[in-house]
């Protein structure tokens, strides 16, 4: 009798160490570094080119069934697997419709819908003719011809600062970024215009239709109901967020590209809809224009900013966090880049709050997407070399 009681008992003891061993490990959904996770500073990146021969890519998305699917400026997209290599046919041609007039109008971004296996369905967002509007449309990828427009944004004077990643939140909702109109220092004031789309992140239901619109607003979008704001919009004050993705946990983890004093990566949980990331008043966390500043506004930092003016650096490239298998000890680490400057910037969130940056070596030249494979491991983009490179962590000692 005694020996079950003592089993028992030790029983209970291992599960309550099971359970108490759950709770301080860090979990994905909370976006945190898994328990095999090391200090960036232990960790480099490397690159294996993989497919080149590609005309100006600039975004790129993964599929269930293990190609790439490339966007190239010019309006088409191309598809890569490992096993057999860049296929030389697009596999999509949207040239008659896209704008490609000025060095950063076109083809911008593509991303599969979430039922995208049984569908074929792929949200793209590009420059439209004849005037260079933004435009957020979804077309079958077999059936370009069926190609339905879901939202514009009139962007005619300027051709620069146009944004355009889109991506599939965890909560089945679409994103897209829009630049601020272009041009320079915010001519038309649009960063802290809730009246407009430009200079914004939007967050639409493309499942449902509302009111003659092929979308339907999201209840939780924070200016719903708003008098004079877009209810669209999920987060404004940005001036070009080229790149931006979205983490296992909801969170955006953004990429805004700088005037020329500073270039920013911010990180927004999912409970700060609405937040307003100060572009034009601020240009990272230094004061641009204090005219567009307003007393009791609340502006939300960037959680890593470095120099642009007299430096290398030009335009952050946003990434994305890792969340493959083939080097644990990176699990969890978010990966950006500089256009001109290559560098590998490393970023993660600490356990007690803060964030833990590096530099973690460069990636090839003139990064412009990152993207991860349904393993979850990483592509980069090179943009007028075009090419696709391969990107792995190795651990290194006492770096």
Known sequence: ??????????????????????????????????????????????????????RRPVAIAGLPDGRMLIAEKAGTVRAYHPDTGLAATPVLDLTSRVDTSGNERGLLGITPAPDFTRTGML?????????????????????????????T??????NN???????????????????????????????????????KIVRIDVNRACGGKPYCVPAGNPFVGVAGARPEIWLYGLRNPWRFSIDVDNSLWIGDVGQGLIEEVNHIRPSQGGANLGWSCREGTP????????????????????????????????????????????????????????LAYAVRPKPRGGYETATIGTFP?????????????????????GFLSKVRFERVQNR
């Open 1 to 54: 009798m005694s020996r079950c009681r003592g089993r028992s008992a030790g029983v209970l003891v291992i599960l309550l160490v099971l359970v108490l061993s759950a709770l301080v490990v860090p979990s994905a959904a909370a976006g945190g570094a898994g328990p095999r996770a090391v200090p960036l500073t232990e960790l480099t990146v490397v690159s294996e080119q993989v497919a080149f021969g590609l």
């Open 365 to 385: 030249t003139q990064p412009t997407a990152f993207g991860a494979d349904a393993q979850g491991e990483l592509y980069v983009l090179s943009d007028l070399p």
């Open 153 to 158: 944004q009139e962007h005619a004077e300027y």
């Open 161 to 199: 600062h146009n944004g355009g990643q889109v991506a599939f939140g965890r909560d089945g909702f679409l994103y897209w970024s829009t630049g601020d109109g272009g041009h320079a220092n915010d001519p038309f004031k649009s960063g802290q215009d809730l009246g407009t789309l430009l200079g």
């Open 123 to 151: 949200y793209v967002a590009y420059t439209s003719l004849p005037a260079g509007a933004l435009t957020l449309a979804r077309v079958p990828l077999t059936a370009p011809d069926r190609l339905q427009v879901l939202l």
């Open 287 to 342: 004061v641009f224009d204090q005219q567009q500043c307003r007393d009791g506004v609340r502006y939300t930092d960037p959680v890593f900013e470095y120099p642009h003016f007299m430096t290398e650096g030009c335009s952050v490239t946003g990434g994305l966090v890792y969340r493959g298998s083939a080097t644990p000890e990176a699990w969890g680490t978010y990966i950006a880049s500089d256009y001109c400057s290559t």
